[in-house]
């Protein structure tokens, strides 16, 4: 199983970011996908979770994220706009019930 995520970079306040993650090694399109993030000094936390069309969001980012999958592709997005500072973090691509995580990509939002 490989998760692997890309997308990510220096943003300033206000901007938007897309991050993609393109899995291997298992049925993408029969598992629960989840983003999560890890600011410094902080825990890791769910951000957004999608199974099928059904999303959920952490209530920080409700409104301002989009996150997405293409099946055919075995590839889950993260469309981020109105980043502020504190979003600031590692964002990791999961499949949460399988175990299965990738590697991380920063995103840094500063001016």
């Known amino acids: 199983v490989q998760l692997v995520e890309s997308g990510g970079g220096l943003v300033q306040p206000g901007g938007s970011l897309r991050l993609s993650c393109v899995g291997s090694?298992?049925?993408?399109?029969?598992?629960?996908m989840s983003w999560y993030r890890q600011a410094p000094g902080k825990e890791r936390e769910l951000v957004a979770t999608?199974?099928?069309?059904?999303?959920d969001y952490a209530t920080s980012v409700k409104g301002r994220f989009t996150i997405s999958r293409d099946d055919a592709k075995n590839t889950l997005y993260l469309q981020m706009h109105s980043l502020k500072p504190e979003d600031t973090a590692v964002y990791y691509c999961?499949?949460?019930?399988?175990?299965?995580w990738g590697q991380g990509t920063q995103v840094t939002v500063s001016s």
């Open positions: 999608i199974f099928g069309v059904t999303t």
């Open positions: 090694g298992f049925t993408f399109s029969s598992n629960v």
């Open positions: 999961a499949a949460p019930y399988r175990g299965s």
